[in-house]
């Protein structure tokens, strides 16, 4: 109802600016309202609040990873946007660079033009058209990281040239590019801690084997045994569950996001595009 949905709305408003890492958009495309965080149990403690200060009942599904996409190979790019109607038409004309970066560098953008060859005033309208196109990647839709873009060159019209086409000439660009960038699917690291009784041990390591878990060091400390690994975000939902089930409840664990890196064939599967 109406009264529900301002409820909702007033919920999250104030729950996000409590917590800035609470991240609220709403999709257009299927009416639902998806709430980011910083792991299952930073959301669920949310979602508790909300029903329970707020006394809002929604439906909420189960989480989804936050996945990203990046290129692995430089390619140069043409965007050229051209449109002729009655009066005025629209030209706007652009050759991006685009190069992987390490992992954590963001987009990088870039006028590297020498000359006149594009007005100035019309750099920033490329700028926007580059990171709009890039928060929709060729694989599975997921926003584009880790990349140099660079404007090297171009042409524009004394008449026909336009902010909006040198934005669009921005976007053609990305969508032509990206694809010959030989693109991956990049899936969130977490550095997890597990701190079992040693009689539990090997059902921590074989669990954390099913999640396709990288085992850094394992170490005791009295009678316990503390297990850290690297382990994909995704494969940790509902493991506060499954470690209470294997040990009897006697083991704790802790976790924070650590780096990205690329999904495997089966992974990339499951979600690319049909």
């Known amino acids: 109802s109406r009264a529900d949905q301002d409820k909702l709305s007033e919920a999250l408003r104030k729950l996000s600016e409590e917590d800035p890492t609470f991240i609220v958009k709403f999709n257009d495309e299927t009416g639902q309202t998806v709430m980011s965080g910083m792991g299952e149990l930073h959301l669920e403690v949310l979602v508790d609040r909300m029903r329970r200060e707020f006394e809002v009942s929604a439906e909420v599904g189960p989480p989804r990873v936050s996945y990203r996409e990046t290129i692995t190979q430089a390619i140069k790019v043409e965007g050229r946007f051209v449109r002729q109607t009655g009066g005025h038409g629209q030209f706007g004309h652009i050759w991006l660079e685009l190069e992987p970066l390490d992992r954590g560098s963001g987009i990088v953008f870039s006028n590297d033009i020498k000359g006149g060859a594009i007005p100035r005033e019309y750099i920033p309208a490329v700028e926007k058209g580059v990171r709009a196109a890039l928060d929709n990647g060729p694989?599975?839709?997921?926003?584009?990281?880790?990349?140099?873009?660079?404007?090297?060159?171009?042409?524009?019209?004394?008449?026909?040239?336009?902010?909006?086409?040198?934005?669009?000439?921005?976007?053609?660009?990305?969508?032509?590019?990206?694809?010959?960038?030989?693109?991956?699917?990049?899936?969130?690291?977490?550095?997890?801690?597990?701190?079992?009784?040693?009689?539990?041990?090997?059902?921590?390591?074989?669990?954390?084997?099913?999640?396709?878990?990288?085992?850094?060091?394992?170490?005791?400390?009295?009678?316990?045994?503390?297990?850290?690994?690297?382990?994909?975000?995704?494969?940790?939902?509902?493991?506060?569950?499954?470690?209470?089930?294997?040990?009897?409840?006697?083991?704790?664990?802790?976790?924070?996001?650590?780096?990205?890196?690329?999904?495997?064939?089966?992974?990339?599967?499951?979600?690319?595009?049909?």
Not at 161 to 169: G, L, T, V
Not at 172 to 194: C, F, N, Q, S, T
Not at 244 to 255: E, H, V, W
């Open 139 to 274: 694989l599975a839709g997921f926003p584009l990281v880790d990349m140099a873009v660079r404007l090297v060159d171009g042409s524009y019209h004394d008449v026909d040239s336009s902010e909006m086409a040198f934005r669009s000439a921005g976007m053609l660009a990305i969508r032509e590019g990206v694809p010959k960038g030989k693109p991956v699917l990049l899936e969130p690291i977490v550095d997890l801690e597990v701190t079992t009784p040693g009689e539990h041990l090997s059902e921590v390591i074989g669990d954390l084997g099913t999640r396709r878990a990288q085992i850094r060091n394992i170490e005791g400390q009295d009678d316990l045994q503390i297990v850290r690994a690297y382990v994909p975000l995704g494969q940790t939902f509902s493991y506060t569950t499954a470690l209470r089930s294997i040990t009897k409840g006697r083991a704790t664990f802790s976790m924070e996001f650590k780096h990205y890196e690329p999904v495997n064939d089966d992974v990339l599967k499951s979600l690319a595009r049909v």
